[in-house]
């Protein structure tokens, strides 16, 4: 079992940053590939950007491309979203999530744990 806590969401104006960050606990961490979902009221949960064991691939949606960027610190077990120029239709709850996966992985199902998300507001 693999628990998973983010924290760093919070209301900030169009074009702000925000820094993600979901600590890991329980199992060992390298062991497992690690991505960020988000998701709006009224949508489906949607890939934001995923990163392998080792933290030397990574994956992103086309609409972060160029603005967001997904990191890990295997010894601090934790995973990391840098989020810059946000967009107001950006506003959703975000997600971190394991994947026992060596691959870097954009499917939602192919994510074993998930944590409880946090919520990231862009004001317009």
């Known amino acids: 079992q693999v628990q998973l806590v983010e924290s760093g969401g919070g209301l900030v104006q169009a074009g702000g940053s925000l820094r993600l960050s979901c600590a890991a606990s329980?199992?060992?961490?390298?062991?497992?590939?690690m991505g960020w979902f988000r998701q709006a009221p009224g949508k489906e949960r949607e890939f934001v950007a995923a990163?392998?064991?080792?933290?030397?691939?990574?994956a992103n949606a086309d609409s972060v491309k160029g603005r967001f960027t997904i990191s890990r610190d295997n010894a601090k077990n934790t995973v990391y979203l840098q989020m810059n120029s946000l967009k107001p239709e950006e506003t959703a709850v975000y997600y971190c999530?394991?994947?026992?996966?060596?691959?870097?992985?954009?499917?939602?199902?192919?994510?074993?744990?998930w944590g409880q998300g946090t919520q990231v507001t862009v004001s317009s």
């Open positions: 329980g199992r060992t961490f390298n062991n497992y590939g």
């Open positions: 999530a394991a994947s026992d996966s060596r691959l870097v992985v954009t499917i939602t199902r192919q994510y074993k744990y």
């Open positions: 990163i392998n064991r080792s933290g030397g691939d990574t």
